[in-house]
Every structure is written in structure tokens, then in C-alpha cells.
């Protein structure tokens, strides 16, 4: 990897930096619609977020100790016994086209399966239409309906992968 580059757990000063990373790409595409994370309050929070419901993780990405981008793992409520849902998957737009959302997805499904999740669940839209192609290329499948309740009404792109 880039020495430049660095993937470590989320920490409290990385929510202000990450959530303009999120908010960022997402209006970069013009997806920044309600029923997605883009009004999701916890955004602004996720280290406060994840460091408080067991079972979820996340990464972080820096690039010259600037975020760039990010990862998580989530139990998502109401999904099946053993999945665990990918979320907040985003990069600045310099990050992108490096191989970095790559490494951050398999990191956090890496950090899943050693948890002990079976199977890693995701919520996506056309407007992200380069990320869902990753995603499939790892091996993740298109499904026809979404599972879990994650309060993303705004995604219709859902996909599951065995770990």
C-alpha cells in the first residue's frame, strides 16, 4: 500500500471530516436525496455510533493524515441471523480510481468474518452505479428486495455476499 495512505478505526475527531466526505460524494453525484444517509442524523456521530453498538466496526481512510474516506460494518437491525450490513462506504474524490475503496471493503469484510458474521448485506443506487460494480466484482449478488430495516428508503440497490 501507498505509505502515504493509512486504514485505522475511527476515532472521536474524525466525525466532523467524515461526514463531509460522505455528504460530499453523495451530492457529487446527486444522490443526496432523502431516505439516505445523506439526512441520516447518526453521520454527523458514527464515532459515537459504532463505539456503542457491539457487533459493528469502522474504518478509517487517510490519506497524508487527512480522511478520505471510510468503511463500517453494521447489525443492522431485523437482518438475517449472521449478516451484518456494509455501510457507509464513501471516498473524496481524490481518493477515488487508487484502489482504496477496494481495500477499505475488504477490510471491513475481513474484520466481519472474524467477528463471525456468514454474510455481509448492502444498500446501494443507481447514481453510485461505479461502486455497485466493485461490489459485484468481489462477489457480492444482486438481490430483489431489501432486507433489514436500516431506514434507507432511498436506496434500491440491494446485494448480499457469503463470507
Known amino acids: 500500500m501507498n505509505p502515504t ?17 460522505i455528504r460530499g460524494a453523495l451530492e ?9 444517509v445523506y439526512f441520516d442524523p447518526t453521520t454527523d456521530a ?26 463500517g460494518i453494521y447489525p443492522t437491525e431485523n437482518l438475517p441471523q449472521g449478516t451484518c450490513e456494509l455501510v457507509k462506504l464513501y471516498l473524496h474524490k481524490d481518493a477515488r480510481g487508487t484502489g482504496l475503496g477496494k481495500e477499505l471493503l475488504n477490510t471491513a469484510m475481513q474484520w466481519a ?4 458474521y456468514l ?23 444482486r438481490i430483489n428486495h431489501p432486507l433489514g430495516n436500516s431506514g ?3 436506496c434500491d440497490i440491494w446485494m448480499i455476499k457469503d463470507l
Not at 28 to 35: I, L, Q, S, V
Not at 113 to 116: I, L, P, R, S
Open 5 to 21: 495512505i493509512q486504514i485505522r478505526p475511527i476515532e472521536l475527531n474524525d466525525n466532523i471530516d467524515l461526514a463531509k466526505v
Open 46 to 71: 458514527l464515532f459515537e455510533l459504532f463505539n456503542t453498538t457491539p457487533g459493528s466496526y469502522y474504518f478509517i481512510a487517510l490519506k497524508n493524515n487527512q480522511v478520505v474516506g471510510g468503511a
Open 113 to 116: 468474518k472474524e467477528f463471525g
Open 152 to 154: 434507507h428508503c432511498g
Open 119 to 141: 454474510q455481509v448485506y448492502l444498500e446501494s443506487m443507481p447514481e453510485l452505479s461505479k461502486a455497485v460494480t466493485i461490489y459485484e466484482n468481489v462477489g457480492f449478488k
Open 28 to 36: 457529487e453525484f446527486g444522490a443526496n436525496k432523502p431516505g439516505t
